[in-house]
DNA sequence: GTCCAGGATACTG
DNA sequence: CAGTATCATGGA
């Protein structure tokens, strides 16, 4: 991680092949979002580092991302957690080199990874949360659950006001595996959502599951096979948290419905991709199709503005 | 009113 | 073991 601490804000620098606008353009791709807030070129985000809540703004460019701390600067072990986390979130582990190089002789990834060159994965650090909200987004649309997220945090979350907004925090497992069934089936939940939502937050709290111990598997077939072992979790959901939380850029969710829309779109067909033709369309995609993915859903994203 | 949503599981033959 | 019903509600 290339980074300063300024003290009272950090510089983070990050690799080749970043476009901090395109990020925020897929950030803010939903009025309803809770968990963090556009304004004015900029994101805001609260986080919950040991007991501390801590809100720090985002700005930057595509040679440097600038967090600021307009409510407290907290601690210097804090203000590295947070680098470490804006590191993460934001993907700027990854070199993209292989992939843009890839995708220049690619049909369907030339045209978008030109486009919106720059762009990564944005991902979902927090192992619960990502969990929680590919079980949400389970077979209904988008918006709906977005609804049901924004319900859920901010019945169970943490938050703070300032400025006149609040920001909040997703609701931790320790909280949610102290739930019925119907604290969740009360926000419109389904009976089998609040209880793959609470099961999780039971074996997590137990330790069970974790992010550590899935990243220590190392290996994908073996992240997917203890992901899809877990009550909700299906293929769809591991390979969306495999992607999301652990980075794994060989993800690949196939059968997502938004995935067989953009690809409908981008080859301009009169019927979705079947599996088996997609599978044929991502030969040349082998390690990245967790990123092919992710410049489709953002190529969908601009059809619907 | 109809059909489909960023699927997964339980049931049925 | 493969196909089918069910979940539950919103948006187009």
Redesign the pocket.
Known sequence: MKWVDQETYLEIFPPKEFNFEECLVFLG??EQEVLHQIQDKHVLKLLKIGQELILFKIGGNSQILRIEFPSEVPSKKEREQVANFVWEWFDLERDLTYFYKISQSDKILGPIVQKYSGLRIMGIPDLFEALV???I?????????Y?LKKRFVEKFGESITFGGKTFWVHPTFQKIASLEVDDL?DL???????E?VIGIAKAMASDELSKEALLKEQDFQEMHKSL?A???????????VI??CLHHPAAF?I???????ALKLQLGLDR?PSIEEIKEMAVNWEGWQAYA??YL?RS?YEQ?I
């Open positions: 791709r939903s909200w590919a079980i987004g389970q077979q209904i649309n988008l918006t709906f659950a609804t089936r419109q939940f389904t009976m089998r959502k609040a793959y899809t877990i009550r909700g979790v299906g293929a769809w959901t591991a390979d969306y992607m999301k969710p059968a997502d419905v938004g995935l067989h829309n979705k993915t992710f859903w969908l619907a």
